[in-house]
């Protein structure tokens, strides 16, 4: 069976950190890439970031870029979101989903930003407070 599994969301104050884990099983990691999204209540789904396991390409919104590092330990199957100076508007549920890409290169710069999957996990809750 295919998963993700995420960890490590909580609660933080504004300009704190959390580090997101993803684990990953049932599937070859190498195959595809990871994708950071969250949903916010009355907000779109908005994605955060990817990484490539195939080819290393990444991607990251604006909204988070240079606060967020997006990371993978392939010999331990997980993927890691880590993000730095929290903000209040960063509450959410975050979820890891993956995209086979096998057949697709430079998947992330190219298509990061349209939160395709074909499975994920089943999310975790960041709460910032101000």
């Known amino acids: 069976e295919m998963q993700l599994v995420e960890s490590g969301g909580g609660w933080v104050q504004a300009g704190g950190s959390l580090r997101l884990s993803c684990a990953a099983s049932?599937?070859?990691?190498?195959?595809?890439?990871i994708v950071w999204f969250r949903q916010a209540p009355g907000k779109e789904r908005e994605g955060l970031s990817c990484?490539?396991?195939?080819?290393?390409?990444?991607y990251y919104a604006n909204s988070v870029k240079g606060r967020f590092t997006i990371s993978s330990d392939n010999a331990k199957n997980t993927m890691y979101l880590q993000m730095n100076t929290l903000k209040p508007e960063d509450t959410a549920v975050y979820y890891c989903?993956?995209?086979?890409?096998?057949?697709?290169?430079?998947?992330?710069?190219?298509?990061?930003?349209?939160?395709?999957?074909?499975?994920r996990g089943q999310g975790t809750q960041v709460t910032v407070s101000s």
């Open positions: 989903a993956a995209r086979n890409t096998v057949a697709i290169s430079n998947y992330c710069p190219a298509y990061g930003h349209l939160v395709e999957y074909d499975f």
């Open positions: 990484l490539s396991n195939s080819d290393g390409s990444t």
């Open positions: 049932g599937f070859t990691f190498g195959d595809y890439a």
